[in-house]
């Protein structure tokens, strides 16, 4: 991981670890932007080790709740299907949707990883969200 940002454009948040919940959602606020702008990385560097397969996986996701905490704005998604691995203390890159990482001041930034199938086991970890300003 590199944070290239001054630590006031960065949030970031421990998600903890879910051995016996595969199939339950993983829901954690990130943080709040102190600045308008827009994002430009999420990263997130799990505790343990995840091989992807297709038939039970998570996807992880970083909504932007707006002010209000209700939003729905996707900002960025990562499926960890089949090659899509997470290894142990190594930050891995969630791409950026496209056209929605615009943020304005006090927008909640939310971590969400879901099952899909049975699900799989969420490793927890460092979740990093990093912005740049703007208007």
């Known amino acids: 991981m590199s944070v290239t940002h001054p630590p006031d454009l960065v949030c970031m948040a421990d998600v903890p670890s879910m051995f016996d919940g595969d199939g339950a959602d993983s829901v954690v606020m990130v943080g709040r932007c102190r600045y308008p702008g827009i994002v430009n990385s999420v990263e997130f560097i799990p505790n343990w080790t995840l091989a992807g397969t297709d038939t039970n996986y998570r996807t992880i996701n970083v909504y932007n709740r707006g002010t209000a905490g209700a939003g729905t704005t996707l900002i960025a998604t990562l499926a960890l ?11 891995k890159t969630i791409p950026i949707t496209a056209g929605n990482g615009t943020v304005a001041v006090g927008d909640v930034l939310e971590y969400v990883s879901s099952p899909s199938g049975a699900g799989a086991p969420e490793v927890g970890g460092l979740v990093v969200v990093q912005q740049s300003m703007g208007s």
């Open 81 to 91: 299907t089949a090659g899509v691995d997470l290894t142990k203390f190594v930050a």
